[in-house]
């Protein structure tokens, strides 16, 4: 009897155990989120690093050499045109002016006797009371005195033009960034600042971008079917062509104009400058800023996209997991063409009302069944 009740406590465990197994082994199918291929007309959209500028960025530089005396302004701060923002030391050019002016005097006063003098030879001339020689020194004398007078204008002028430039001022409205001198120093003169501070409008901005060869040739084409779109012969585009992609991620939210295509691809890089102008009336976007330029590249009709999370890239090969009518999940190798943000074009390999597994993908393996759950894929790109 004891022996009966041993073995029955030795081999419960092991029937319990089976049991377990048993019913592990007929874990039902696991459900997993699907999408249903369909064929639907796709813009292809493209980003490109572009730079930010201002509409005007001018450069405020010291045209004479002196000591900075004045700093009219805040650092940061938006300026008006004509607001005075620099003076130099104005005393060197003073004197120049003052010098000059004392020429211009002694000129004057040499074309005046030149003048008399040939006044009092024209009547003895007429008499032949002097030479004809005689006469036509003194012309030549007054002709000379002449041009001595409109030199030293002409010296005075520059000298009172060098004495303005003491006094820099604006010469736009627009916002002013941090001075390179301050007071007291040698402006003007190399290894001195000679560039001084930058004034840039803003209201506008400017973004260039970069385009390869192929790209540009694919846009160019693009452009000759669609002429809303850009126009490469020089003339503006669409006004909403171009989105602009801040940093942070966040759109500007507004659209920009192609206005500028250079003449031609760079030979060292293979690429071609373009330039795209966007309002900025909330000031937010400053130059200098990087940000991302997304540009339309072509529009695809009846195309296979299905969602980026949806492909298995393994050594440059990719592959799809595809839900057969049994449930029954195969892998599938798949030809992919652009990728639109968050979308694989799909260019062989799936065909239209095929359902393709959409999450779970590294929990499942050929063979193995699943209940699908077909749902709808909200992309960023065709919002």
Known sequence: MKLRQTLMVLILPVIMYSCKEKQAAVIPPQKLPVVKVSKQDVPVFKQFVGQVYGLKDIPI????EGFLEGIYFTEGVRVEKGKL??????EPFKAEVSAMQAKLAEAQTMLANAENELERYKPLAEINAVSKSDLDYAQSKRDAAVASVNAAK?????????????????????????????????VGRDPNPVILNT????DTIRVQFFLTES?????????????EEL???????????LTLILSDGIEHPFKGTVDFINREVD????????????????????????GR?????????????????????????????????????????VKVGERIDDLWLISEGLKEGEMVVLEGVQKVQSGVKIVPEVTEFKSVSLK
């Open 199 to 202: 004034v840039s409008r803003i």
């Open 61 to 64: 530089r010291a045209r004479v």
């Open 231 to 241: 126009n490469p012969r020089g003339g503006k585009g669409r006004k909403d062509a």
């Open 293 to 333: 330029v997304r540009v339309k590249m072509d529009d695809k009709k009846d195309a296979i996209i299905i969602p980026q999370r949806c492909v298995i890239e393994l050594q440059g090969q990719y592959s799809v997991f595809i839900v057969e009518s049994d449930g029954t999940v195969q892998a599938r190798p």
């Open 85 to 90: 923002l620099y003076s130099i030391d104005p």
């Open 215 to 227: 790209e540009y040739l694919t846009v160019a084409r693009y452009v000759h079917k669609n002429q």
């Open 267 to 290: 030979a060292t890089t293979g690429a071609i400058l373009v330039q795209g102008s966007f309002p900025n009336p909330n000031l937010i976007v400053r130059p200098g800023q990087f």
């Open 154 to 186: 002409g010296n005075l002028r520059m000298s009172q033009i060098n004495l303005g430039y003491c006094r820099i001022s604006s010469p736009i409205t627009g916002f002013i960034g941090k001075t390179n001198a301050r007071e007291g120093e040698f």
